[in-house]
């Protein structure tokens, strides 16, 4: 008789690209979507929760450097043949959203979203495939009052949580001004759709690249360290001293830069259309108490310019943190946006303006645990302990009444045989306090209260003798279990 294969077991591993978030870490992230969502909230913004999953066609082809079909996205294809894939942002299902319910929406829509993405790119060391964001967006309005709002509100989130002002700068720019920086450079026409859009993806690495590796691909190309060479735009000097000028416009004050803006869109209509936006959104911000130490006017800002088509935004921490190699760094941008007016024009037909933002969950957190500002040890709950099996009715009713006090608690549902488990089981779980309560003490109506953060700081400074003698364990009356454990609680903070 042939033998059976064996199956081979399973690898208990995330997938690349993927992983796994627990206890502290997911309470610190629903505290920050709480507060996020209570500014956008107080702003008007009403909650949308839209599917994971939209269709290909739906979602359309915006992610960045992307040259194939479905690249970027997770993606698979039905029965029926439809093409189906995760979310790769939040923007993307509101565009279908306000076309499906455009009839029964109010005009301006006004929403807030938060929830995970799914982008199909290569991982790296703190880049994931999975990660959370945070969006709010007014679909309906052409006004830069709309603008200006995302920008101060953008700014009023960050100070919600946990950046205070100072650490932070909103930085605003607008695509209209670089079109009008490439037609007097000679790129407008659609037979110079091409360059534009290497000119476009040059500009957006200018972080990365800096201003000879941008100059190069506005030119001839350029060659990586690994031998690997990029085709340029093909600019003359002059055209790349122009895409160059607009980039390095930034001045001491927000009206030197609109001005140095002008003289660069000098003769182009859709320049002079965006420089004007920039001022009106400058002045509406100044009317509401926001100066140029929270948002400011700066051209070197570049994100996803190709995907909008006015006034773009970006968030950026400017303290320093120390990377993985000790070394120095700003944190850079947590979150961005800008108007895209064409995006529910894909579905209509009809052109209906829309401008939003995005926050970067993971990186705001990762931000705010480099500052020390969160990533505490998050107390764990409560724990009873249980000396006598039989008697788990008690416990469970024990720890149903600090339930219903609001106090987090469990009863060890482990085997309670060795009771050193069950204060290692505690500890463990980082719990601030064990109840012990055995048949002597049933009997006399008392319980035991073991500090448990007490006793592990007294292990720590005195000594063996002292330690057992239990100064952080008391015996106290049922009827005060709650007063007292609450006590505990608020001496540890």
Known sequence: MAKVKKQPRPKAETPKGFRDYFGAEVTEREQMLRVIGEVYHRYGFDPLETSAVETV?????????VDRPNAGVFAWQEEEGDWLALRYDMTAPLARV????????????????MGPVWRNEKPGPGRFRQFYQCDADTVGSASMAADAEICAMLADTLEAVGIPRGDYIVRVNNRKVLNGVMEVAGLAGTDKEAERGIVLRAIDKLDRLGEEGVRALLGAGREDASGDFTKGAGLAGAQADIVMGFMAAKRDTGPATVARLSALVAGSQIGADGVQELETISELLAAQGYGPDRIEIDPSVVRGL???????????????????????????SVAGGGRY?????????QDVPATGISIGVDRLLAALRATGRIGGKALGPVIVTVM??????????MVATLRQAGIRAEVYLGNPKNFGNQLKYADKRESPVAVIQGSDEAARGVVQIKDLVLGAELAERVSHEEWKSQPAQREVPVSDLVTEIRAILDRQG
């Open 306 to 332: 190709g995907y909008y088509t006015g006034p773009v935004y970006e968030a950026e921490l400017t303290f320093e943190i120390t990377d993985e190699k000790g070394r120095p760094r700003q944190f850079g």
């Open 98 to 113: 306000a076309a499906q319910f455009r009839n029964d929406l109010p005009s301006p829509y006004r929403r807030f979203t």
């Open 341 to 349: 007016d064409d995006l529910v024009k894909r579905f209509t037909g």
């Open 57 to 65: 066609e739906a979602l359309g082809k915006f992610l960045p450097d």
């Open 388 to 397: 006598d099996r039989e008697r788990m009715g008690d416990y469970q009713a």
